[in-house]
């Protein structure tokens, strides 16, 4: 096959993946709006029982939230959805709910490269249709930030009082999510579901 011929195929390849392509893209966007959504409430509310418990019972009930409410909260999302909606950290303080996999870890490692390289944390998001073993799912992950209020229980020793650092070593002996600043990446919620079972039950 002659240059010319090579030119003709890759332009009538071209040609035939366009809508593909195209169609690909419009359902990703489609996916990645619909998963924002259900990040956004999935932190509102979050925020929202974090808030009651300092009102009500400082920081111990805050905590409390963080290791009870929180799971919660994401296994009701999931349950409405059919999703698995979590939160994963960049230190876990709890390695049985905070681990990331590792897809996780590598868009982790992304995101702190885009803020390194002077990204907003606001539009700090992943999407993509990835393969795994046992079928195609839809990935997504926003990116958590700390604030200025996360230090009593995230910062370093001169930010926790020595009471919340008990508290904390009592409930999590394997606490490693300490040693954050604000404006550190602080990890993210992820969002995972499977797309080919989709297709299986229409």
């Known amino acids: 096959m002659g240059p010319s ?31 924002m959504e259900v990040a956004q409430s999935f932190m509102q509310q979050l925020k929202h029982s974090m808030k009651q418990a300092m009102k009500n019972g ?8 963080c290791s009870e409410r929180a799971p919660t909260i994401a296994g009701k999302v999931s349950r409405v959805r059919g999703w698995k909606v979590t939160r994963v950290g960049t230190k876990v303080r709890n390695p049985m709910l905070g681990m990331p996999d590792a897809y996780e870890q590598q868009v982790l490692s992304e995101f702190k490269m885009r803020l390194a390289q002077g990204e907003s944390p606001k ?26 209020q996360c230090l009593t229980c995230h910062g370093g020793e001169g930010d926790i009082p020595p009471a919340v650092a008990a508290l904390l070593a009592q409930r999590y002996p394997h606490d490693q999510a300490t040693g954050y600043g604000v404006g550190d990446l602080r990890g993210a919620v992820s969002i995972k579901y499977r797309v080919d079972s989709e297709e299986v039950g229409r």
């Open 58 to 65: 400082g920081v111990a009930e805050a905590i409390e939230v």
């Open 5 to 35: 011929q090579l030119l003709r195929s890759f332009f009538l390849l071209l040609l035939l993946s366009g809508p593909a392509v195209t169609a690909h893209a419009e359902e990703l966007a489609s996916r990645q709006r619909e998963a």
């Open 123 to 148: 539009g700090l998001i992943s999407a993509a249709m990835v393969n795994e073993p046992d079928g195609r799912y839809f990935r997504f992950m926003k990116a958590i930030m700390v604030q200025p």
